[in-house]
């Protein structure tokens, strides 16, 4: 699976829109990108996924550029439950033989300030 | 409501004394997967199931077990636990291994052993 970069930490403010970037250069065309997070130890929370095109759901938006090098995940109204830690994971639907398990980096620390 | 249920969500015990930390979901996904998460090292794969009766080595198999009878549950057994065990661990299920369908992870065990 591709690797992905996300920064280490980033604050919003409650209300206002929460960007969390993700550079995932070396992507292969079967790779999917999925967005999932973490509050404190509790277990990974699956946010949304794509391919190419870009996606909404009750929870947020992903958007992938064109050259699916990168992607932005936006929670449009950041609340103090959304305090977490976020993580962009690359992985194929089908990679031949594979344990298809997800291989979580350090993700992004989101903290939502008041 | 779709769940993973991991059972138990703590566990304090002592070296040797085997210990089986229970997983089930009842959404009729054919793949199941067990992590573990430290400090510094992220999640780690330890075992898979791609089906009932299929499973497989992840990443840090060793001093665990798992089976596969049913389809909604995966079991994972430490047959003589050790303290470098002690580890928060998550059951994770998806609807098929080839699939880019995201996987559902359960609330998570603590197992602290003395």
């Known amino acids: 699976d591709a690797k992905t970069t996300q920064p280490t930490s980033m604050d919003c403010a409650e209300g206002r829109a929460a960007n969390l970037p993700c550079n995932h250069s070396?992507?292969?065309?079967?790779?999917?990108v999925y967005w999932y997070r973490q509050i404190h130890s509790q277990g990974p929370q699956y946010i949304i996924h794509g391919l190419k095109n870009n996606e909404t759901n009750e929870m947020a938006s992903l958007i992938i550029t064109e050259d699916r090098k990168s992607s932005t995940l936006i929670l449009p109204h950041a609340t103090l439950r959304d305090t977490a830690v976020y993580y962009c994971i690359v992985s194929a639907s089908y990679s031949g033989a594979g344990s298809y398990q997800l291989t979580f980096g350090k993700g992004t620390k989101l903290s939502v300030i008041p | 409501e779709a769940q993973v249920t991991q059972n138990p969500r703590y566990l304090i015990t002592v070296t040797g004394k085997k210990l089986t930390v229970t997983c089930s979901q009842n959404m009729n996904h054919e793949y199941m997967s067990w992590y573990r998460q430290d400090p510094g090292l992220g999640l780690r794969q330890i075992y898979y199931?791609?089906?009932?009766?299929?499973?497989d080595k992840g990443d840090v198999p060793e001093g665990y077990k798992v089976s596969r009878k049913e389809k909604r549950n995966f079991p994972l057994i430490l047959e003589s636990p050790s303290p470098n065990q002690t580890s928060l661990y998550f059951c994770a299920s998806r609807n098929r291994p080839y699939s880019n369908q995201p996987q559902h992870f359960g609330d998570g065990t603590r197992l602290s052993i003395l």
């Open positions: 199931s791609m089906n009932v009766e299929v499973t």
């Open positions: 070396t992507i292969s065309g079967n790779e999917y």
